[in-house]
């Protein structure tokens, strides 16, 4: 059902979302729904939590990039897998109003039970992108005295919160352009495209 709810939502997105027309589709009773759920707010927290774990996927490839190339102590790779993950955050935000990412985590934190098993999902990753910037300070990657938890919240907070600045005449930077900003910053070097 939520496979078919996050398919509808993606479509047409949560506030034209029906019970009824869910039902249809998944080919079962409405019923069966508020068997599994308790409200239509929690179909749809479910249903954008699973939007957002699939629009992350490649997020989560490129943090198992830069951890394995800390293992092997491949600073090249390490910063390919740190640029790739920036180009690919920043254009996220760059999605269509039904599935802006703003519009997701509100629906995602309007069912508390959602909001704290998506709250324990990011946490595992905040941990694992946190211990990436230490084990990277360890090797002499970045500077010994950049604190790993701000870094990371930053730039998590950075790329959710670009849809601010989206559409505006003023600040119109590419996906591209703000890795290579972020790189320079946490790298003190500039971009290059061949690491």
Do not use: C
Not at 2 to 14: H, K, P, T, Y
Not at 132 to 152: P, T
């Amino acid at each position: 059902m939520i496979e078919v709810a996050s398919e509808m939502i993606g479509e047409s997105g949560s506030a034209s979302f029906r019970i009824a027309d869910l039902a249809q589709r998944a080919n079962v009773g409405v019923p069966t729904i508020y068997y599994h759920f308790e409200s239509r707010t929690q179909v749809i927290a479910e249903a954008q939590m699973a939007n957002y774990f699939k629009m992350t996927v490649p997020l989560h490839r490129y943090l198992s990039s830069a951890e394995t190339a800390l293992s092997l102590k491949d600073e090249a790779a390490f910063w390919k897998a740190i640029r790739d993950n920036m180009v690919k955050a920043w254009s996220t935000g760059s999605m269509n109003d039904k599935m802006g990412i703003i519009k997701l985590l509100l629906d995602v934190h309007a069912d508390p039970k959602s909001r704290d098993l998506f709250r324990d999902r990011l946490d595992i990753q905040f941990a694992r992108w946190v211990a990436v910037v230490n084990d990277a300070k360890e090797l002499g990657w970045l500077d010994a005295d950049l604190d790993a938890q701000a870094m990371v919240a930053v730039f998590w907070s950075a790329s959710v919160g670009q849809v601010i600045t989206a559409g505006s005449k003023y600040v119109d930077i590419s996906a591209r352009g703000i890795s290579e900003f972020l790189m320079r910053m946490i790298s003190g070097e500039e971009s290059s495209e061949s690491v």
